[in-house]
């Protein structure tokens, strides 16, 4: 049986829970444990695809297709291991199943209460992960804040699997904030206390306190909330601002959170943490040879967590190449023919989001139609890669009302449509078309240089799909379907040949990107971005200006 690690927050939301909880992982896993991590989050939509990213960020997608929090990209780029449906459980899933189960008669007459179906259910769903002799060790993230009323079932959940389970099967680590009152020149340990002193009152009494803090905790600090939340001072946990999220498991191992969370297991045996490759990718982010600059175009810009895995899929990427990725958001609503240029004129790539709705997509066709232009490399993703088609459908076919029925359902030249299987479907919630699809790819192609094999399988999230109709027409003139759905001959790919480098993607590449496998379309994206810098160093060098003046 696998034993348990509970991370629960205190104090204020966003103190990065999910980045503890996947350090953490990242080390047990470096000292040869096999480690899986689970979000549940407390809300009551059954999954988060139905959430607009305003709300919690990016949808994330698993291989088996359940969308997903965030943080499951977190789990995943950390571990370098996929997630699954069942790492992400909501309130909304726990009471439907438990309704569900009622309808069915399941409950034989009884009154059906949070204490003990929904508790009952919340603790079985926890334990499921550890069954089957997978996993040495499940770490389970509970979403919000201590002391909210929807979390309580979540915490009193974890308040008996502490009590029925062996003492060292069970850890919980609170997460809290340590301000530092800048006037008063002080750390305060006060909203600590009051957070462990909520979570004590809910029954759950925490093993460890990691604090997050803008400064260094003295050795009094340490002691103060050690004395007054009732741990050890060595399970005070120092978690100071880091320049990057991957900094982090190495500051969790220089503080030995892993190694406090082995002796509460009472596992002896692990061995020294093996990261070299984890510190061969931070020296590589650190310390860059070149940079680039990349415009992510997109509607949901003012929310950086709405493109998380893209952006850190660029990290990624980035350091590979040794290369400093500088991402400039620009808002597609506010791309016009008239400032195009000046908006992306400065850039060495150009990304086009993926998205939903008509809100910005004139302004994406028209950063498409720059970046085809001039030369600029390009990389398409979902939404992006169907405005690449529209774009090519208008400005190369001629076609002038190409559009998709997705924003104008009368259009006369459909050349992006709703998909077969999507006609009949009515209900939103996780209808799409989702998850792990296989995607074989032409030989000679800019896709198969980019990924060396002509057999891929990619992560969906969608509903529209290029118009096979008018395919012909469109390889025609240049723009090729390089891979395509070997059952249903869905186009997975466009690229244009003549291009140094444009590429369209139905799927969502930024999803599989980890720190030890830099996804391959990044990489090449971010190596073309490169060589268009350097060409334009070139032109701009008096070396060079004499020449073409000369
Ligand atoms: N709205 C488009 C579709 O459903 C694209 C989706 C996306 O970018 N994820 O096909």
Redesign the pocket.
């Known amino acids: 049986m696998a034993k348990f690690i509970f991370v629960t927050g205190g104090v204020t939301s966003s103190l990065g829970k999910g980045i503890i909880a996947a350090s953490l992982a990242k080390l047990l896993q470096a000292r040869g444990l096999r480690v899986t991590i689970q979000k549940f989050d407390p809300y009551i939509n059954v999954d988060p695809g139905t959430l607009n990213p305003y709300e919690h960020g990016e949808c994330y997608v698993t291989d088996d297709g359940a969308e997903t929090d965030l943080d499951l990209g977190h789990y995943e780029r950390f571990l370098n291991i996929p997630t699954s449906q069942a790492n992400n459980v909501t309130t909304g899933r726990i009471y439907q199943t438990v309704i569900n189960k009622e309808r069915e008669g399941a409950y034989l007459g009884r009154t059906v209460q949070v204490v003990p179906h929904i508790t009952d259910e919340i603790k079985r769903r926890m334990l499921l992960l550890g069954q089957d002799n997978k996993f040495d060790v499940v770490i389970t993230e509970i979403g919000g804040t201590v002391g909210d009323i929807e979390s309580l079932p979540f915490v009193e959940a974890v308040r008996q699997l502490q009590w029925e389970l062996p003492e060292e099967d069970t850890v919980v680590v609170h997460l809290t904030l340590i301000p530092y009152l800048r006037a008063a020149k002080e750390l305060k340990t006060k909203p600590t206390q009051h957070s462990v002193r909520m979570l004590s009152q809910e029954g759950v009494h925490p093993d460890i306190i990691v604090c997050r803090t803008e400064e260094a905790l003295s050795p009094e600090i340490r002691r103060k909330v050690a004395l007054f939340c009732n741990v050890k001072p060595e399970a005070v946990i120092e978690a100071a601002d880091a320049s990057t999220i991957y900094e982090v498991p190495l500051a969790m191992m220089r503080e030995k959170l892993d190694l406090i969370c082995l002796r509460k297991m009472n596992i002896t045996e692990y061995a020294e943490p093996e990261l070299s490759r984890w510190k061969e990718f931070l020296d590589k982010l650190k310390y860059p040879k070149s940079k680039v600059t990349i415009g992510l175009i997109g509607k949901y810009i003012e929310l950086q967590d709405a493109y998380k895995s893209i952006l850190e899929a660029f990290v990624h990427a980035g350091a590979l190449n040794e290369c400093k990725v500088q991402v400039v958001n620009v808002h597609s609503e506010f791309i016009t023919e008239e400032n195009v240029s000046e908006k992306l004129g400065n850039l060495d790539g150009l990304l086009v989001a993926?998205?939903?709705?008509l809100r910005g997509i004139e302004g994406k066709i028209t950063a498409v139609r720059y970046a085809r232009e001039n030369g600029l490399p390009f990389f398409g993703?979902?939404?992006?890669m169907?405005m690449a088609v529209i774009e090519f459908a208008r400005n190369v076919l001629g076609i002038k009302d190409a559009h998709s029925t997705?924003m104008n359902p009368d259009t006369p030249h459909p050349v992006i449509d709703l998909m077969e299987a999507q006609k009949s479907i009515t209900a939103k919630g996780g209808t799409?078309r989702l998850g792990a699809y296989p995607c074989t790819i032409k030989s000679s192609s800019l896709a198969h240089k980019i990924y060396d094999t002509e057999h891929i399988s990619e992560r969906h999230?969608?509903?529209?799909?290029f118009n096979n109709a008018y395919l012909d027409q469109f390889e025609a003139a240049g723009m090729v379907a390089s891979g395509k759905n070997p059952d249903t001959q869905l186009v997975e790919i466009v690229e244009l040949s003549s291009h140094p480098f444009f590429i369209g993607v139905q799927y969502?590449p930024e999803l599989k990107s980890t720190v030890e496998n830099p996804h391959p379309v990044f990489v090449h994206f971010i190596k073309a971005a490169k060589a268009f810098a350097e060409k334009k160093e070139t032109v701009k060098s008096p070396v060079m200006q004499k020449e073409l003046i000369g």
């Open positions: 993926p998205g939903f709705g993703i979902c939404l992006g169907q997705e799409m999230r969608h509903r529209w799909e969502h």
